[in-house]
């Protein structure tokens, strides 16, 4: 199976706070409050347009020293932020 | 001329009424604490009976008039409107300040979880009790709204060495016809002091009628979550809501199912004992 090349990048209209353990995101188009732990915010910060859901993880890894990748971590992190519109996927090129 | 007082945290509106039956109804809006800063910025206003009707003119241009319940509803909404003013970008707390033993403890519920009857409860022992309807979250602090409990009749058993004094409070009567009474937080001998409230621990209280009341700690997730549900957010929610989240993160968080009033003093004891061994 190809590997899925989708980029993500975040929302527009987000008004974020930093807090001593996370980030505190404000949705303004639903009137919602998100709270984003360390790494959800690392995650976050890597929907920057430039990573695959597998660069990700290899990220996340390698930020961690994990020894098994975190892919299906990312996956849930990348569904809930999509779910709540966070994020959004790059159109492809 | 009676003169009615209200203080906010930097204000204190002097409202002089020329008819003694209005003073009657206004004198339920009258707030007194001591605010620790400084000096408070007197407003003076004037509350004139005119034909059958009472007149009333308000800062920023306001003027009420109408019967006495209606002035009482404006000015209760001008001194709310002053406060927020002297908060600014502070979510506001759905919860009653309270100090046992020097530990600051806010409890925190929706209305009808029994916060006003045990800030009573607490009250008649001896404890401080600042307000018991918002708490501000300012930048670095947080400091109670300057507000008098606000007691139904049928509390007053729950604490009866101030019964008698509760009923002879200003009143003002309900939809249904029954009194609530004003009730000032210096009725049980202490004085009634505003001050900044740093490091307080959170007790969120769900009603427990007639049973026992059980409380047990909570996350910093949990606490968080229970403190955005009991918010007034200002404009600037992102970051109001980043006061909250360093709230839960420094406080101590307690979730107290309240029901008799003596296990709730005894648990709040404990958990007052607990801060102050941490702090």
Known sequence: ?93 | MPVILIRTLTREFRIHVDAQDAAGVLAYIETRPQICGPALRSIDLVVRRVGGFYHLALPDGIVAEGTASHLLDAIHQATFKSFVEEVPGAPLIHGASIRIDGAPILLIGATGTGKTTLALRLVERGHVVEGDEHVAVRASDLVARPRTLRVKADSSRFVPTLATEILAAPSIPEWNGSLIYSVSPAIGGNPWQIAPILAPTLVFLEPNHGGHTVAKPVSVERAFGCLMAACLMPNGKAEAAARLRRVAREAQAWEMSLGDLEGAEKHLNRIASSAMHLH
Do not use: K
Not at chain 1, 19 to 48: K, M
Not at chain 1, 63 to 82: G, I, K, N, R
């Open chain 1, 1 to 93: 199976m190809a590997e899925d090349e989708t980029r993500y990048r975040q929302a527009e209209g987000l008004e974020i706070t930093h807090v001593p353990d996370g980030w505190v995101i404000y949705q303004e188009t639903s009137d919602r409050v998100h709270f984003l732990n360390p790494t959800a915010v690392l995650v976050f910060e890597l929907c920057n347009g430039r990573h695959t859901r597998a660069e990700m993880a290899f990220i996340l890894s390698a930020a961690y020293q994990l020894t098994a990748s975190p892919a299906d971590e990312v996956e849930s992190c990348l569904s809930e932020m999509l779910a709540e519109s966070l994020i959004v996927p790059c159109p492809s090129s």
